[in-house]
């Protein structure tokens, strides 16, 4: 059974910063590209940054520079260090793997980003 448990998330004040991760069981992880997501409410959700599994990374443009994604092999565990947090970062982020068609979400953690 596949399982994405991401964790970390919380209520921060502008200009702090956050570390997310997302422990995954059940697959090779290895081998899956990881995205972090996020949907803020109103909003369709959004690819924040993906790390490939040969070691590429991709921001969108709203996070390059402030949020760094990170990946280890041997836990399992994805990373999304987030700093510099805007209100607008606030959202439900999502851990998702992918890998030749197939696909897996997490259940999301919170970030809320307010003074």
């Known amino acids: 059974q596949v399982q994405l448990v991401e964790s970390g998330g919380g209520l921060v004040q502008p200009g702090g910063s956050l570390r997310l991760s997302c422990d995954a069981s059940g697959v090779n992880f290895k081998f899956y590209d990881v995205d972090w997501y996020r949907q803020a409410p109103g909003n369709q959700r959004e690819m924040v940054a993906r790390?490939?599994?040969?070691?590429?990374?991709n921001y969108a443009n709203s996070v390059r520079g402030r949020f760094t994604i990170s990946r280890d092999n041997a836990k399992s565990t994805g990373y999304l260090q987030m700093t510099n947090l805007k209100p607008e970062d606030t959202a439900l982020y999502y851990c998702?793997?992918?890998?030749?068609?197939?696909?897996?979400w997490g259940q999301g953690t919170q970030v809320t980003v307010s003074s």
């Open positions: 790390a490939s599994s040969d070691g590429d990374e």
């Open positions: 998702h793997v992918t890998w030749r068609g197939f696909e897996y």
